[in-house]
């Protein structure tokens, strides 16, 4: 077999067999197939898709490049939640020990954030002592004791995915709906959960900007998961207007506090209570939606989840005198309050440009290698449907340095948009896969 062979396969639009894809796959994550030939490979499967057959192929070629963690040990049901990201986007931190108050398991290994979404372990380093960087065997000790642990991904899972991942980045590769598949669900299954709930949001703050595609990427990755043995379900849910009220890192952190003591905002507990149900079907602690609904929302009301985060924060080596008295989290220097440049209605809130925003203020990454400043960020943004009066802020921008505010300020003028007219909502969880 020869690399080239396979790219002209590919490049001809024929499906490659499962020993083709592994014999590529493995032979690029050993360093026998150079990056030249792999960026053609990327670009001809880019150009002509693959097959569910090939698509599986390929994750199944990428877990045998590195590690899988094998959760055995651990009794329960494991379930885990992914989301393709998007702006105020913090369900797990909420999610995780919610769902682990329902006698279920739930092992997350999340990512940093990069470009204008965030990232979850951003968001909890922003708990002065958090640990996300715990050995394997720490994390399934941290989830036997208290039944959640959020982490960052270990180097030894899937290590053809950042090898592949930092090639796709310089090579225009990346919106490639079996490539992301594959690189997603791949890191998913090592982890080691039994079933997984996809969370895959279309719109302006996120990565697939319609619905169409969303619905295609969400197909495909059940697909596979599907294929290799485990539960699946995904939900599509709008992402043109950010998540809650809050986006960047402590402000995050604040509204989830405020979301597990049964004070959050609509959409947010929208969401959270949608994923959180599907995820106590799927690990058999409820027999229906509105069961599982009725489950999640007493773990609320009796402060259960918000104890579960605790309990894990503490178990991370993170301080939780922070999330008792949240105003002592990173807080910034300075403040600015937009004003409502007239009375109306919100008609559209631009998740793309307060994402964007949050980079400038400090909150988000332009390259990887970026220090985040966990204080900076926006909050009390107001959502589309609602009234606002002449000079009622619609956001207020935080940062450490005053430069900051004056450029994100420019930058958010347009985010928002009024209307004379009263405008409804959109649909938040707009399909369901399974
Ligand atoms: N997230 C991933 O993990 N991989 C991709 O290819 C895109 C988004």
Redesign the pocket.
């Known amino acids: 077999m020869l690399a080239q062979w396979i790219i002209e396969k590919k490049r001809n639009g024929r499906p490659l067999s499962q020993d083709e894809i592994a014999f590529f796959i493995q032979g690029y994550a050993r360093g026998e197939i150079p990056d030249y030939q792999m960026s053609a490979l990327a670009m001809a499967i880019y150009f002509k898709g693959m097959t569910f057959p090939e698509v599986t192929a390929l994750t199944d070629s990428m877990i045998r490049s590195g590690k899988v963690l094998t959760l055995s040990s651990i009794k329960k049901q494991k379930v885990d939640k992914h989301s393709t990201g998007g702006i105020g986007d913090k369900v797990s931190l909420i999610l995780a020990p919610l769902v682990a108050c329902c006698e279920i398991a739930v092992p997350m290994m999340s990512g940093r954030g990069l470009g204008i979404t965030g990232g979850t372990l951003d968001k909890m380093e922003s708990i002065p002592g958090y640990r996300v960087n715990l050995k394997p065997y720490e994390f399934i000790s941290v989830l036997k004791k208290c039944g959640c642990s959020m982490i960052g991904q270990t180097p030894e899972l899937v290590p053809a995915d950042r090898k592949l991942?930092a090639l796709r980045d310089v090579t225009a590769t990346?919106p490639s709906i079996p490539?992301?598949s594959a690189?997603?669900m791949s890191?998913k299954i090592a982890e080691g959960s039994d079933s997984l709930v996809l969370d895959v949001k279309w719109g302006k703050g996120a990565?697939m900007k319609t619905r169409l595609e969303a619905k295609t990427l969400a197909r495909t990755m059940v697909e596979i998961g599907k294929r290799m043995g485990k539960g699946m379900v995904a939900i599509l849910t709008d992402m043109n207007q950010p998540l809650g009220r809050s986006v960047g890192n402590a402000v995050e952190v604040i509204e989830c506090i405020e979301t597990l003591k049964g004070n959050g905002p609509d959409d947010l507990v929208e969401i959270t209570l949608t994923l959180g149900a599907h995820m106590l079907l799927l690990g058999q602690a409820a027999r229906s939606k509105e069961q599982a609904l009725n489950i999640l929302q007493n773990k609320i009301t009796s402060g259960a989840a918000f104890n579960k985060f605790r309990e894990m924060v503490n178990l991370h080596g993170g301080k939780v005198e922070y999330l008792n008295n949240p105003s002592q989290l990173p807080h910034a220097k300075h403040h600015f309050a937009c004003p409502s440049p007239r009375s109306g209605y919100v008609s559209m809130v631009d998740a793309e440009l307060i994402g964007r925003a949050c980079i400038i203020l400090g909150a988000g990454r332009k390259t990887i290698d970026d220090k985040i400043d966990h204080a900076a960020g926006i909050t009390g943004i107001v959502k589309i449907g609602e009234k606002v009066n002449k000079g009622q802020p619609l956001l207020i921008l935080h940062a450490n340095e005053r430069k900051k505010l004056t450029e994100a300020g420019t930058l958010i003028g347009n985010a928002i948009k009024l209307g004379r007219e009263h405008v409804r909502p959109p649909k938040l969880v707009t399909d369901l896969i399974k």
């Open positions: 991942y990346v490539l992301i690189s997603i890191k990565f």
